[in-house]
């Protein structure tokens, strides 16, 4: 397996065109693509090369782990995984934002197909049902993909919540750091 030096840091807007190649072609969801919402991996001696992006959308009261992709040539090395640990670590530093909620912590969720199931409870997210009185603006995206998910691409999507207490559990602030 190859071993390639990399470095996580935010989008800049000449990484746009990157970042909607690598999404087209993971056929994700292209709609809601900001590169200012998005965290990018680099090359670390070529850093004009996005090898993997992944961004949080930010909606009221809700925010959504989503256009994770790390490009086929580079994975199975652990940039997923360094993606979504940023990801939730810069969720963690960020001041609450939205004063109209109650200055509430947003919980953050996710659509994805049930096979990268396993891959997102590392991270401390778990399967919720629209019987968890999900956020309405999540059931308005998590309905469709279930429905027609089956019906056009054969692949089961699940919806999953991040469980934050149970992650800050097993990641000390120091260990999150080195994210
Ligand atoms: C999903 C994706 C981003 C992972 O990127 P990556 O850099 O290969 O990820 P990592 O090397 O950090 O880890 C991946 C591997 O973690 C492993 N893994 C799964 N569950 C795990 C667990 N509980 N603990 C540890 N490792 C686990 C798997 O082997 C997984 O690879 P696979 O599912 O592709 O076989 C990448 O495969 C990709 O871009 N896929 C296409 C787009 C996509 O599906 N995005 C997710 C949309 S929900």
């Known amino acids: 397996m ?3 030096n990399y470095t996580i840091e935010k989008a800049r807007p000449e990484d746009q065109t990157a970042i909607k190649s690598l999404i087209r072609e993971a056929r994700l969801d292209i709609t809601d693509i900001r590169w200012q919402k998005f965290l990018v ?10 090898l993997g992006c992944i961004q949080m959308k930010i909606y009221p009261g809700l925010k959504e782990l989503a256009s994770l992709v790390v490009g086929p ?9 360094a993606l979504v640990h ?10 609450r934002q939205d004063h109209n909620h109650n ?7 996710l659509l994805c197909p049930q096979y990268r199931q396993s891959f ?4 401390h997210f778990k ?7 999900l956020p309405w603006l999540l059931v308005l995206r998590y309905l469709p993909a279930r429905l027609l998910g089956p019906l056009l ?6 919806a999953m919540c991040w469980d934050k207490d149970s992650y800050l559990s097993q990641h000390t602030k120091s260990a999150l750091t080195e994210h």
């Open 2 to 4: 190859k071993n390639t």
């Open 41 to 50: 991996a680099r090359i670390e001696k070529s850093p004009r090369t996005v």
């Open 73 to 81: 040539a580079y994975r199975g090395q652990g940039i997923g995984q």
């Open 86 to 95: 940023r990801l939730l670590n810069d969720h963690l530093m960020t001041p």
């Open 103 to 109: 200055n509430r912590d947003h919980s953050i969720y």
């Open 120 to 123: 997102y409870e590392q991270f």
């Open 127 to 133: 399967p919720v049902s629209l019987a968890d009185h």
């Open 153 to 158: 691409f054969k692949i089961q999507i699940i």
